[in-house]
């Protein structure tokens, strides 16, 4: 228990009492408790933050939010401020996922998308990270986005968006991003999903269908069989349940749409699509199947392409109904009342 | 008396030095063509002085390095009204706004600066290359498709240099929002401001006949949205403002010289265009909040 507490707060002395300055309690439901103290603290100081200065010539300097992509815990704490809706993103590896959420921001820079407006973002340096290799300024002649890989772990981005019709109703959302391997390989081991904690925060599931493999007919019937056995997987594990949706996003639509098998190729992922929905249909909240151009390289189909309407299903997608459970008579205690909550969620 | 503090903020080249030389020059002469006049200055006024003198001379007035900041308050009188106020101006500089969005930490002395209740005069350039260009942009404007019958390669290409991601460059309105959402953010106290978002260089947007607003939306989308859906943050006025009164081109300069230094000025504010670039501060100070 001899581990620094921290807070970003100014003047906030949790390190010292153990109190937080805003009162909250416990202290780690504060969103700021476990940030870096506001002030640098390469020179840790009792009472002052200016005793930094004493470490050198270099003028001392305040800790500002780093704009990256964030973690489980940071989330947690920015959802204690605001309700937000997270959405998993997963498939297999270069499927589009980093892609997809990049081309989403790229459209806020130009303007309102999807009836929506940008409100803010706590995630803009890693966004911008992410479009640089589609940028001019790369040097590149070819869009990319880097990939994520194993080792990154699970990483969130946020953007909060407001309806141009009610620009009062602002949505959070959370986009999951964790490298394709990740998921693939839990395929071997089912109950390696119940472990992975975007899934069990999701409203809604976005499962991409990599449209350039199903392009390649030695491909095509292993990309779609993975499909589905991943379906069952998460469904059999209990990592989804029916208050989530699912969403087949086929992906690169432009490359499927080049393709000289096109039709044979949409008509497959129709019957995939059906049969997932005939199977699966009673144990989840919805199965919708989507198919997008995010970034078409060879630029025959708009930037974002039909993704506006998947936005839109992100936001709009109906929580859940709300349970009525039959209360405890007379919940007296705390803990009566906790029982009623436990019996709502079972 | 009212006493509030305000501060010019924008990136490298984005126009605050030569608006603050005009302004210096304008208040402290005391010309007809502001309201405000000056009653003292406090601080070191040597920089002042030196970015006033390239201003009249209709030089290039010169980039504020990091070295080169100086705090100076003017004590200025609003003869309208007859209230004094107080407006501090920290000019640093662009370099040091650069750090805020690549390091992420900011001068603490700056953080102090930025941390107040008063207005803030954020300046973007009118003449400006487009910093949001995609690949896709430069490559699919018609003149592509002449010899791609080996276009199956075209995703790779060994003779691209790449460049490395390099924070400083990423689009300015980018930049811009996220300075808007730290100052709301821990550890800065969240509050209402007044901001006024001054498009330098208005000049070369005269032939477009859009208002500083609208090019604001056409310009940095963004930026625009962000401010429009964050008005319980922000009450914002957007401003054009060339101090300089047009392009430094030998010919011009003759002309522009030619002029009484106030009034080569153009400040298009609240729909009308005119000669005084201190109603963005007076706005600032209008105790109407």
Same mark, same amino acid.
């Given at each position: 228990?001899?581990?620094?507490?921290?807070?970003?707060?100014?003047?906030?002395?949790?390190? %010292?009492?153990?109190?937080?300055?805003?009162? @909250?309690?416990?202290?780690?439901?504060?969103?700021?408790?476990?940030?870096?103290?506001?002030?640098?603290?390469?020179?840790?100081?009792?009472?002052?933050?200016?005793?930094?200065?004493?470490?050198?010539?270099?003028?001392?300097?305040?800790?500002?939010?780093?704009?990256?992509?964030?973690?489980?815990?940071?989330?947690?704490?920015?959802?204690?401020?605001?309700?937000?809706?997270?959405?998993?993103?997963?498939?297999?590896?270069?499927?589009?996922?980093?892609?997809?959420?990049?081309?989403?921001?790229?459209?806020?820079?130009?303007?309102?998308?999807?009836?929506?407006?940008?409100?803010?973002?706590?995630?803009?340096?890693?966004?911008?990270?992410?479009?640089?290799?589609?940028?001019?300024?790369?040097?590149?002649?070819?869009?990319?986005?880097?990939?994520?890989?194993?080792?990154?772990?699970?990483?969130?981005? @946020?953007?909060?968006?407001?309806?141009?019709?009610?620009?009062?109703?602002?949505?959070?959302?959370?986009?999951?991003?964790?490298?394709?391997?990740?998921?693939?390989?839990?395929?071997?081991?089912? @109950?390696?999903?119940?472990?992975?904690?975007?899934?069990?925060?999701?409203?809604?599931?976005?499962?991409?269908?990599?449209?350039?493999?199903?392009?390649?007919?030695?491909?095509?019937?292993?990309?779609?069989?993975?499909?589905?056995?991943? &379906?069952?997987?998460?469904?059999?594990?209990?990592?989804?349940?029916?208050?989530?949706?699912?969403?087949?996003?086929?992906?690169?639509?432009?490359?499927?749409?080049?393709?000289?098998?096109?039709?044979?190729?949409?008509?497959?992922?129709?019957?995939?699509?059906?049969?997932?929905?005939?199977?699966?249909?009673?144990?989840?909240?919805? %199965?919708?199947?989507?198919?997008?151009?995010?970034?078409?390289?060879?630029?025959? @189909?708009?930037?974002?392409?039909?993704?506006?309407?998947?936005?839109?299903?992100?936001?709009?997608?109906?929580?859940?109904? &709300?349970?009525?459970?039959?209360?405890?008579?007379?919940?007296?205690?705390?803990?009566?009342?906790?029982?009623?909550?436990?019996?709502?969620?079972? | 008396?009212?006493?509030?503090?305000?501060? =010019?903020? +924008?990136?490298? #080249?984005?126009?605050?030095?030569?608006?603050?030389?005009?302004?210096?020059?304008?208040?402290?002469?005391?010309?007809?063509?502001?309201?405000?006049?000056?009653?003292?200055?406090?601080?070191?006024?040597?920089?002042?002085?030196?970015?006033?003198?390239?201003?009249?001379?209709?030089?290039?007035?010169?980039?504020?390095?990091?070295?080169?900041?100086?705090?100076?308050?003017?004590?200025?009188?609003?003869?309208?009204?007859?209230?004094?106020?107080?407006?501090?101006?920290?000019?640093?500089?662009? #370099?040091?706004?650069?750090?805020?969005?690549?390091?992420?930490?900011?001068?603490?002395?700056?953080?102090?600066?930025?941390? #107040?209740?008063? +207005?803030?005069?954020?300046?973007?350039?009118?003449?400006?290359?487009?910093?949001?260009?995609? =690949?896709?942009?430069?490559?699919?404007? +018609?003149?592509?498709? #002449?010899?791609?019958?080996?276009?199956?390669?075209?995703?790779?290409?060994?003779?691209? =240099?790449?460049?490395?991601?390099?924070?400083?460059?990423?689009?300015?309105?980018?930049?811009?929002?996220?300075?808007?959402?730290?100052?709301?953010?821990?550890?800065?106290?969240?509050?209402?401001?007044? =901001?006024?978002?001054?498009?330098?260089?208005?000049?070369?947007?005269?032939?477009?006949?859009?208002?500083?607003?609208?090019?604001?939306?056409?310009?940095?989308?963004?930026?625009?949205?962000?401010?429009?859906?964050?008005?319980?943050?922000?009450?914002?006025?957007?401003?054009?403002?060339?101090?300089?009164?047009?392009?430094?081109?030998?010919?011009?300069?003759?002309?522009?010289?030619?002029?009484?230094?106030?009034?080569?000025?153009?400040?298009?504010?609240?729909?009308?265009?005119?000669?005084?670039?201190?109603?963005?501060?007076?706005?600032?100070?209008?105790?109407?909040?």
């Amino acid at each position: 228990m001899n581990e620094k507490l921290t807070c970003s707060t100014p003047g906030c002395e949790v390190a %010292i009492d153990g109190s937080c300055l805003e009162g @909250h309690d416990p202290i780690q439901s504060c969103p700021h408790f476990g940030q870096p103290d506001a002030i640098d603290d390469r020179e840790p100081s009792e009472d002052s933050p200016k005793t930094s200065q004493e470490a050198g010539q270099e003028k001392p300097k305040v800790q500002l939010p780093h704009g990256e992509s964030l973690s489980q815990l940071e989330v947690d704490a920015q959802q204690l401020q605001r309700a937000a809706r997270f959405v998993v993103i997963m498939g297999d590896t270069s499927s589009g996922k980093s892609t997809l959420v990049c081309s989403l921001y790229e459209k806020f820079l130009r303007g309102a998308f999807a009836d929506r407006s940008f409100v803010a973002s706590t995630t803009l340096c890693a966004f911008e990270r992410l479009a640089h290799q589609s940028r001019a300024i790369s040097g590149a002649s070819t869009p990319d986005t880097e990939r994520t890989y194993v080792s990154e772990g699970l990483q969130y981005y @946020h953007l909060a968006l407001a309806g141009l019709e009610n620009p009062s109703r602002r949505t959070d959302l959370f986009f999951s991003d964790r490298a394709g391997e990740t998921y693939r390989s839990a395929m071997d081991q089912p @109950h390696e999903f119940k472990t992975f904690p975007e899934l069990s925060v999701a409203r809604i599931v976005a499962l991409l269908i990599d449209g350039a493999r199903l392009a390649q007919p030695q491909e095509l019937h292993e990309v779609l069989a993975t499909i589905g056995r991943m &379906v069952r997987a998460m469904l059999d594990s209990g990592a989804l349940n029916d208050t989530q949706h699912l969403q087949l996003v086929m992906t690169k639509r432009d490359e499927v749409k080049r393709s000289e098998n096109r039709d044979a190729i949409e008509m497959q992922v129709a019957s995939l699509v059906e049969r997932l929905q005939s199977n699966f249909g009673s144990r989840i909240a919805t %199965i919708q199947y989507f198919a997008i151009s995010a970034r078409d390289p060879k630029g025959e @189909h708009q930037p974002a392409d039909r993704c506006d309407a998947l936005l839109s299903a992100w936001i709009d997608a109906p929580e859940p109904p &709300v349970r009525i459970v039959e209360q405890n008579e007379d919940p007296s205690t705390g803990f009566d009342r906790l029982a009623t909550i436990t019996r709502a969620r079972a | 008396m009212s006493s509030q503090r305000h501060i =010019i903020l +924008g990136f490298p #080249e984005s126009g605050k030095t030569t608006y603050l030389a005009a302004l210096w020059h304008v208040i402290e002469a005391g010309p007809k063509t502001t309201s405000l006049t000056l009653e003292k200055i406090t601080g070191d006024a040597r920089y002042l002085n030196k970015i006033v003198e390239a201003w009249l001379r209709c030089d290039e007035v010169p980039r504020t390095y990091l070295s080169d900041e100086q705090k100076v308050s003017l004590y200025v009188r609003d003869s309208k009204t007859g209230d004094t106020m107080i407006l501090s101006l920290p000019d640093f500089s662009g #370099e040091t706004f650069q750090e805020i969005f690549a390091d992420r930490h900011c001068l603490e002395e700056l953080y102090g600066d930025l941390d #107040e209740d008063g +207005g803030i005069l954020f300046f973007v350039n009118a003449d400006r290359a487009n910093d949001t260009m995609s =690949i896709l942009d430069h490559g699919f404007d +018609g003149e592509d498709d #002449e010899d791609d019958e080996d276009d199956e390669t075209a995703n790779t290409n060994p003779e691209d =240099i790449l460049q490395e991601f390099d924070a400083r460059k990423v689009p300015e309105q980018t930049r811009i929002v996220d300075l808007l959402q730290l100052l709301q953010t821990a550890p800065f106290v969240q509050r209402n401001r007044r =901001i006024t978002i001054v498009v330098s260089a208005w000049d070369v947007t005269l032939e477009d006949r859009i208002t500083p607003q609208e090019w604001v939306a056409r310009e940095m989308p963004l930026l625009d949205q962000y401010l429009a859906n964050n008005a319980k943050l922000y009450e914002t006025r957007f401003c054009g403002v060339s101090a300089q009164g047009g392009v430094l081109t030998a010919a011009t300069r003759n002309s522009l010289l030619a002029k009484d230094p106030a009034k080569r000025v153009i400040c298009h504010w609240d729909g009308q265009s005119g000669q005084d670039i201190t109603l963005p501060l007076r706005w600032l100070s209008a105790n109407d909040h």
